[in-house]
Each structure stands twice: as structure tokens, then as C-alpha cells.
């Protein structure tokens, strides 16, 4: 932890959240283990691949992740876009785009519906209990709009996405007692971080309480180096394995096998409900 940036974050809070606020964040949903082995849920998963028409094909996308300290050194908060999808994901207001272009022609699809889904850690990897939440959205993907995306989905070749978003109430958590409210900022929320290591090593994090969403885009690369995800064709007709089948005693997600499997069936999972 750097002392004198710290102090520098501290004393200069109000200039640096005005900045933030100022900007849109572009934020991937990846998740990066401890121990370098990176994780996350597919992306781009269709419900079922019998619904795909030559000119529409529905697909469920997960934009982001709560609780996780990002390479922005932000953790998005529980509920951070809840109020925004209330209010902008009834009016439509919620665009599923390519590349963070803000342009009519860069939609991809016509959403059917944002929402806030909860999720283990176990599920995704991370070697901690409870839960969290991630910001999926269902969409219909037209031909119409861009061609060479439609193609791209139809062939599961998208699995990176990410939120375009403008925050609304952010605060600073440090892990320092000399600064009493961001201190406490820091004590209130570190225990929810999934990659609480991240969040010491730096010794901050900006706390997002609240974010506009504006929209979430299919992108290329996130932040993060990512590894290859399930395919999606016929997701449909694979079953759960037996070790997250209900009543199964918890097992140890420190066991490679387990957390293969476990990540496996957190997609099926996500997708049949």
C-alpha cells in the first residue's frame, strides 16, 4: 500500500469522485482467482437453441458482478444498478450494443429484460461463502441490426461483455485508521469483497453505491485475460452434476475438480432458471 498516494486519495476525494462521475466506466464482469487461475460465468448463453430463427436468437448476458474490486479499483456494491433498471430497463432504456458505440446503428439486440440475479461464490470459483449477484440481461439478437454480430452469437463466439455506466453515489474505503470515515467506509463493506486480497494489497477501494446503467455491450477483450467458456449449443439438455445437486454437503472449492465442475453447472443453472 502506498502511504502518500493514499493520503493523496483522501485529500482530494471530492475532486476525484467529481472525475468519476464526470465519465462513463466501461466495466468487464471477469473474475481473477488469488492464485491466477482466471474465472467467470459464459457470457452469451441461449436459453435454448431451438428458439433461434434465421433473423432472431435469444440470448442471456451477464454485464457485471457485485462485490468484486475491478481494475478500476471499484467494487460495485449490492443493488448498485437497481434503482437504474427499475426506472431505465421499463422505459427500454437499457441498450444492448457492440463496443460501447453509443449509435443507433451499434445495437445488437432488442432487450427483453434487465435484472439482478444472485449466485454463489462457490459457484463462480471463489473460495468464499454466500452470495453475490450478477446484472444479466435477456435479449433478442436481430440479424437486422448487424449481421456479422448476429452470426457472431449464433456461433457462441461472444463471451465477453461489458457495462457502460455512469455513477451516482460513490464513496472511498481505505484500510487506514488515521482516515476515520473512509476507515469506516472500509470496515463496512470488506467483508463482502470476493477478492478481498486485491482489495488489502491496494490498501483502497472506491465504494460504488449507486450507477446509471446505460448499457451493456459485447466486446472483445475485458481488463482481464479470460479462459474459454462452455459452449453453448444444446446447453439445454445437460443435467447438473450431483455435487450441486440440493442437499449435497459443501464442499471445498480449494479442489480443482470441484470448482471445474461447479463452474460447469453454474452456467446450466443460470440459464435453466
Known amino acids: 500500500m502506498n502511504k502518500e498516494f493514499i493520503r493523496d486519495l483522501v485529500e482530494n476525494k471530492s475532486e476525484h469522485i467529481e472525475f468519476k462521475k464526470a465519465t462513463i466506466k466501461h466495466a468487464d464482469s471477469c473474475l481473477m482467482l488469488s492464485d491466477n487461475a482466471p474465472v467467470y460465468v459464459n457470457k452469451a448463453l441461449s436459453t435454448s437453441t ?46 444492448h450494443l457492440h463496443d460501447h458505440e453509443q449509435k443507433v446503428t451499434a445495437k445488437v439486440g432488442k432487450p427483453i429484460k434487465v435484472y439482478e440475479q444472485s449466485v454463489k461464490w462457490s459457484d463462480l470459483g471463489v473460495d468464499k461463502q454466500g452470495t453475490t449477484t450478477s446484472v444479466m440481461m435477456d435479449s433478442n439478437i436481430m440479424r437486422t441490426y448487424n449481421g456479422l454480430m448476429f452470426q457472431e452469437y449464433k456461433d457462441n463466439n461472444i463471451d465477453q461483455h461489458s457495462v457502460g455506466m455512469y455513477y451516482v453515489k460513490i464513496d472511498l474505503a481505505v484500510n ?36 446509471k446503467l446505460i448499457e451493456i455491450s459485447a466486446v ?19 443435467e447438473p452434476e450431483k455435487s450441486t445437486q440440493e442437499n449435497e454437503p459443501e464442499k471445498s472449492t480449494q479442489n480443482s475438480d470441484y470448482k471445474e ?13
Open 50 to 95: 431451438d428458439d433461434d430463427t434465421e433473423s432472431v436468437i435469444k440470448r442471456t448476458i451477464i454485464g457485471n458482478i457485485y462485490n468484486w474490486m475491478d481494475s478500476h479499483n471499484d467494487v460495485h456494491l449490492d443493488n448498485t444498478f437497481e434503482k437504474s433498471i427499475n426506472e431505465r430497463g421499463a422505459k427500454g432504456k437499457i441498450w
Open 176 to 211: 487506514d485508521s488515521e482516515y476515520k470515515e473512509e476507515f469506516v467506509e472500509w470496515q463496512n463493506h470488506i467483508g463482502s469483497v470476493g477478492n478481498r486480497e486485491k482489495a488489502e494489497e491496494s490498501g483502497y477501494f472506491w465504494a460504488v453505491k449507486e450507477a
Open 220 to 238: 472483445l477483450e475485458g481488463s482481464n485475460e479470460l479462459t474459454p467458456t462452455i459452449d453453448a449449443k444444446n446447453i439445454k439438455d445437460i
Open 261 to 273: 465442475n461447479d463452474r460447469r453447472n453454474t452456467l446450466i443453472k443460470l440459464i435453466q432458471n
